[in-house]
């Protein structure tokens, strides 16, 4: 049976002090004494299953032992070598997953170590010092690299390139670097401006140089980048959000859940940021859950989450599933919009319910109208095509080789715009340092060719 819209209320009041509140860390930082009292729990295991399940193969363990023993600036060390972004890893890797799932503690039903709070300890008392930057450049190359995109990818293969010694100018569309750590994670996970910060410390290392406001296609082509530097690196992200593919999906109310993010993250007043009563989040990954359970905070009075499918299909984590429903979201599974309501702006939207039949998914015929007037669309994103001609492309992503070089020689890729793993931010820094590596190979090879 349908069940009709009631009125949409008033968005609720809100202060900039509870949003404060509300935004407060999820995770409680360790002190010194947590620290160690977790450390202890390692058991520095041999070929420890942990290292294998971080895509950036950080020596977990190593750096455990060096806060058990007080070597905390060499613990960051240890992470940072192989994750220049350890410290948003630390706040926005689904470790439970990971790491922490790899861990053998859970081989007999005991707590795994806590790896993601132990790396943000070490990370985080490094930076927190203003010191140098732990590590040192190579001497000068001679060979200048051009980056697109200084997200996660893109930073972590100009950082490298630079400790190569070779000099590094990227290309960022945006007004700040950072990408979706700066951009698209939930506040909350990314509290006191940690994102920029990150990225000063990056860029300590020297020799790379950023240029706002230059996006590709519109600022510059690749044939301009090739003609002036001797490789070029793609870090481009998914630009363009999926459609519902639904009537009335532009009108006042309807809203992608990234561009929500992003508002509320360049808020100076999160308080400020449009705010609907009902709200209803399309979508069953990470993403969608950071929309709702801001959207929660800031004052919503319901808020909905709809995914098509079920709990083992969902993209987000149990534990982001769990803190939404914590937060009073209410997550309805096997579920998918197939109307919005409303003349001037969004009211309702009818929604389906699914089922598998011999494995595909279809509809029941079932519908409710839910109210709502402000919906947020987390339903992925795709590759920004038509500024990538004259590459291949293949199932919405670059074609790449294992050593990350698309189907234009000098031309190499990684992150979210390429298949080699999960759409992680560890997985795109980890993409964007052996990208650099295998630049560097690359660049070896062609000047040998052109002495020979």
């Known amino acids: 049976m349908t069940t009709h819209a009631r009125k949409v209320a008033q968005t609720p009041a809100k202060t900039d002090h509870n949003c404060r509140l509300t935004f407060d860390d999820l995770h409680k930082p360790l002190d010194g004494l947590t620290a160690r009292t977790a450390a202890s729990h390692c058991l520095y295991c041999y070929e420890a299953p942990c290292i294998q399940a971080c895509p950036t193969s950080i020596d977990i363990p190593t750096f455990i032992h060096q806060i058990g023993t007080g070597n905390i600036d ?7 070598s192989e994750n220049i972004m350890g410290g948003t890893c630390a706040r926005a890797c689904p470790t439970e997953v990971l790491c922490e799932q790899a861990c053998v503690h859970n081989t007999d039903h005991s707590d795994p170590v806590e790896i993601g709070l132990l790396q943000r300890y ?7 010092q203003n010191g140098p930057h732990p590590f040192m450049r190579a001497p000068d190359s001679g060979r200048h690299i051009a980056v697109v995109g200084a997200g996660p990818a893109g930073l972590s293969c100009a950082h490298r390139a630079a400790l190569l010694g070779h000099q590094v100018t990227v290309y960022e569309a945006r007004p700040k670097a950072g990408g979706l ?5 939930a506040a909350y996970k990314m509290i006191n401006d940690f994102a920029a910060r990150e990225v000063d410390f990056l860029l300590g ?6 240029r706002y406001g230059q996006a590709l296609g519109r600022d510059i082509t690749l044939d301009d980048l090739q003609a002036q530097y001797d490789a070029v690196f793609l870090g481009v992200g998914l630009g363009a959000t999926n459609a519902l593919g639904l009537d009335g999906e532009d009108m006042p109310g309807v809203q992608d859940a990234i561009q929500f993010i992003e508002n509320i993250r360049q808020a100076d007043d999160p308080a400020t940021v449009p705010l609907g009563n009902d709200i209803l989040v399309i979508g069953g990954g990470n993403t969608a859950i950071d929309a709702a359970v801001q959207a929660r905070k800031l004052g919503a009075k319901r808020v909905t989450l709809a995914y098509r499918r079920g ?16 937060n009073d979201v209410h997550v309805m599974l096997w579920t998918k919009p197939k109307a919005l309501i409303g003349a001037d702006r969004l009211t309702a939207v009818t929604l389906e319910g699914t089922r598998l039949e011999k494995g595909k998914l279809t509809g029941t015929g079932e519908t409710i109208d839910l109210p709502c007037d402000h919906l947020l ?16 492309i293949a199932s919405g992503k670059l074609v790449s080789s294992n050593l990350y070089q698309t189907s234009r020689p000098g031309v190499f890729a990684g992150g979210d715009c390429i298949k ?3 759409d992680l931010t560890v997985q795109a820094v980890e993409d964007g340092k052996q990208a650099a590596l295998a630049i560097n190979l690359w660049l070896a090879s062609t000047r040998e060719t052109s002495h020979g």
């Open 74 to 80: 060499g613990a960051a060390r240890t992470i940072l």
């Open 122 to 128: 070490a990370t985080d008392h490094l930076m927190d």
């Open 181 to 185: 750590n700066e951009y698209g994670l």
């Open 205 to 210: 290392v020297g020799g790379i140089d950023i």
């Open 311 to 326: 709990p083992d299909q969902m993209g987000a984590t149990d534990f982001e599933v769990d803190l939404a429903r914590k």
């Open 377 to 392: 669309k987390a339903i992925g994103q795709k590759l920004s095509e038509t500024t990538l001609s004259g590459l291949d």
């Open 420 to 422: 080699s793993g999960e």
